[in-house]
C-alpha cells in the first residue's frame, strides 16, 4: 500500500521556521522524484520545492528562494522541507508528491499557519 505521510506542521510567527517531513512508504523511494507543492485557501496548488531521485538537482518557486531547502534521504525514505524566515503569504496546506514515469502519489497534507 503507497503511503505519504506529511508531519512538522503548525503555526509559526512570521520570521520563525519550520521543518516538514514526508515519509514514504510501498514503493521504491530512491526512483522517484520528490516535490513538495502547497495551498492556500482559496487559491491553486503551486510547486513549493522538488528534488531528484539521489538529491543531485534540485529546483524552487522564486517566492521561497533563499528561505527554503528541500532535502532527502533515501535510507529512510524521506522527504524535507526546511522552511526558514516564514511569512504569513506562506500560510498553506504542504503536500508531498512523488513522481516516476507514470507513477503520482500525494500525501494528505499538512496545515502550516504564520501569523502573529
Known amino acids: 500500500q503507497v503511503q505519504l505521510v506529511e508531519s512538522g506542521g503548525g503555526l509559526v510567527q512570521p520570521g520563525g521556521s519550520l521543518s516538514l517531513s514526508c515519509v514514504a512508504s510501498?514503493?521504491?523511494?530512491?526512483?522517484?522524484?520528490m516535490t513538495w507543492y502547497r495551498q492556500a485557501p482559496g487559491k491553486e496548488r503551486e510547486l513549493v520545492a522538488g528534488?531528484?531521485?539521489?538529491?543531485?538537482?534540485?529546483n524552487y518557486a522564486d517566492s521561497v528562494k533563499g528561505r527554503f531547502t528541500i532535502s532527502r534521504d533515501n535510507a529512510k525514505n524521506t522527504v524535507y522541507l526546511q522552511m526558514n524566515s516564514l511569512r504569513p503569504e506562506d500560510t498553506a496546506v504542504y503536500y508531498c508528491n512523488a513522481r516516476w514515469s507514470a507513477d503520482l502519489y500525494w500525501g494528505q497534507g499538512t496545515q502550516v499557519t504564520v501569523s502573529s
Open positions: 528534488i531528484t531521485t539521489f538529491g543531485l538537482s534540485t
Open positions: 510501498g514503493f521504491r523511494f530512491s526512483r522517484y522524484t
